[in-house]
């Protein structure tokens, strides 16, 4: 009987030597996770615009641009120059100008030169005309440049992550301020005030009143004439991050945006 017991005892135990074999097998195929990287893959990675992949232009896309760029700018006073086609990731402009100034006999010099589609200069010059007519009448002086920046690959406010800023396409223009034929600089940040404030104000600035009063409704009737020829008009009253400027880009909404 216990010879019995033995055998069956040795049996099972060769039996059962092959399952637990198997198991620290398994369970050695498993690599240990680095603590150190737990959770580095949780969330996705938000690549810079000019790393996002895309196609070249075609030959028939910048074809395209190139004969609607002659055909929006075909009347108008301007002094550009035609830049090969822009393409960094998803950002750029198959037909893009370099703008340096607006105007005739009276030019508006941008400064720095704006990297721009035609389309935006077409609108710029729109709006510049009746800037001059406003600087003219309530100043007594005519605007001779503005200080702009233009093309930028980012995204909006420089973030992150999307949505894509106009400038990115070349599409925006962000105006701080205007320069007169009188050598008098007007900003967005300075000059951009409330006609309320500025009529509580001391009795003793009598004499400066009339003239910033006149530099605050010059700045705010900048912006209304905007918002009658841009898709986006975004300034001091829009947030924070325009205190300083006017954005100005020909994105359509189904509503025009003029904040």
């Given at each position: 009987m216990?010879?019995?017991?033995?055998?069956?005892?040795?049996?099972?135990?060769?039996?059962?030597?092959?399952?637990?074999?198997?198991?620290?097998?398994?369970?050695?195929?498993?690599?240990?996770?680095?603590?150190?990287?737990?959770?580095?893959n949780?969330?996705?990675?938000?690549?810079?615009?000019?790393?996002v992949?895309?196609?070249?232009?075609?030959?028939?896309?910048v074809?395209?641009?190139?004969?609607?760029?002659?055909?929006?700018l075909?009347?108008?006073?301007?002094?550009f120059?035609?830049?090969?086609?822009?393409?960094?990731g998803?950002?750029?402009?198959?037909a893009?100008?370099?703008?340096?100034?607006?105007?005739?006999?009276?030019?508006?010099?941008?400064?720095?030169?704006?990297?721009?589609?035609?389309?935006?200069?077409?609108?710029?010059?729109?709006?510049v005309?009746?800037?001059?007519?406003?600087?003219?009448?309530?100043l007594?002086?005519?605007?001779v440049?503005l200080?702009?920046?233009?093309?930028?690959?980012?995204?909006?406010?420089?973030?992150g992550?999307?949505?894509?800023?106009q400038?990115?396409?070349?599409?925006?223009?962000?105006?701080?301020?205007?320069?007169?034929?009188?050598?008098?600089?007007?900003?967005?940040?300075?000059?951009?005030?409330?006609?309320?404030?500025?009529?509580?104000?001391?009795?003793?600035?009598?004499?400066i009143i009339?003239?910033?009063?006149?530099?605050?409704?010059?700045?705010?009737?900048?912006?209304?004439?905007?918002?009658?020829?841009?898709?986006?008009?975004?300034?001091?009253?829009?947030?924070?991050?325009?205190?300083?400027?006017?954005?100005?880009?020909?994105?359509?909404?189904?509503?025009?945006?003029?904040?």
């Amino acid at each position: 009987m216990m010879l019995r017991s033995l055998v069956l005892a040795l049996l099972f135990g060769a039996l059962s030597l092959p399952t637990v074999a198997e198991a620290k097998s398994k369970a050695s195929s498993v690599p240990e996770r680095n603590p150190k990287r737990v959770g580095s893959n949780s969330t996705p990675k938000h690549l810079h615009p000019s790393e996002v992949e895309r196609s070249p232009w075609t030959d028939v896309e910048v074809a395209t641009a190139k004969a609607q760029c002659t055909a929006a700018l075909s009347g108008i006073r301007l002094d550009f120059e035609p830049l090969p086609p822009i393409q960094r990731g998803i950002c750029g402009t198959p037909a893009p100008i370099l703008l340096r100034s607006l105007g005739g006999d009276q030019k508006v010099e941008l400064d720095p030169p704006a990297t721009i589609t035609c389309d935006l200069a077409k609108a710029l010059s729109e709006w510049v005309d009746a800037v001059q007519r406003d600087a003219k009448e309530l100043l007594g002086s005519a605007v001779v440049k503005l200080r702009a920046s233009s093309y930028a690959c980012r995204n909006i406010y420089g973030r992150g992550k999307p949505p894509l800023s106009q400038h990115a396409v070349a599409n925006a223009l962000d105006v701080r301020g205007f320069e007169l034929s009188s050598g008098e600089h007007i900003t967005v940040r300075e000059d951009w005030k409330s006609p309320v404030r500025l009529a509580s104000a001391s009795v003793a600035l009598v004499n400066i009143i009339p003239v910033t009063q006149q530099k605050s409704e010059f700045v705010v009737k900048a912006h209304q004439n905007a918002c009658s020829v841009f898709g986006t008009v975004l300034g001091p009253r829009a947030n924070n991050a325009h205190k300083d400027h006017f954005h100005l880009d020909m994105k359509q909404h189904n509503r025009g945006v003029c904040r």
